[in-house]
């Protein structure tokens, strides 16, 4: 692939470390729905941004199958209709394999902005499943989820790409 300017080489992403990553992602939204608000429309999804970024970056690992566990994973603490979860996170795994190759060319806050739609098309399709099953319009607050998504984007990039971004072996005669 042929890299931008000024784009520094990565080292390869150890699977323990994207897995571990996925899991402290839901581990989080756990916490985040017992916590003080509660399942407010308005938190974001971190499993969800998680997601996206491995399956951008990492597509060969991580994609819509993987997607698809997490959403169970989610559907069942959440007692929501089984599926919900699972159908938001396999579309929006689909939607960022098919953008991972453009998205990667942009610097990150660019990628923030890029993402947005995907993270906005998530939400309304747990909303339209929501409403289907009989549940109530939360209010306009749920525009507020993708946003703060996108919001948490270069954070979670500068965070999980920190690993891969050390050299393997530092030696003041090495370009790399």
């Known amino acids: 692939m042929i890299m931008r300017r000024g784009q ?37 999804d971190i499993v969800a941004v998680v997601l996206v970024f491995w399956t951008v970056h990492q597509p060969q690992r991580v994609g819509v199958g993987t997607a ?11 007692a929501s209709w089984l599926g919900q979860h699972a159908l938001s996170y396999t579309v929006l ?26 993270f906005a098309v998530a939400h309304a399709i747990e909303l339209v ?7 109530t319009f939360p ?3 749920l525009l507020l989820g993708p946003v703060l998504e996108a919001v948490l984007w270069p954070v979670v990039s500068v965070a999980l790409l920190l690993p891969q ?12």
């Open 68 to 78: 698809f566990v997490f959403g169970l994973c989610m559907d069942v603490h959440q």
């Open 8 to 44: 520094q080489l990565l080292l390869p992403a150890s699977p323990v470390f994207i897995w571990t990553s996925l899991l402290v992602a839901l581990l989080l939204n756990m916490a985040q729905n017992m916590g003080l608000w509660g399942r407010a429309p308005w938190i974001p």
């Open 129 to 135: 499943l929501r409403m289907l099953g009989g549940g």
């Open 139 to 141: 209010g306009l607050w």
């Open 93 to 118: 795994s689909y939607l960022a394999i098919t953008i991972h190759r453009r998205l990667l060319w942009f610097p990150v806050p660019v990628q923030a902005m890029q993402v947005l739609p995907l």
């Open 165 to 176: 971004r050390r050299a393997p072996d530092p030696d003041a005669n090495r370009p790399l």
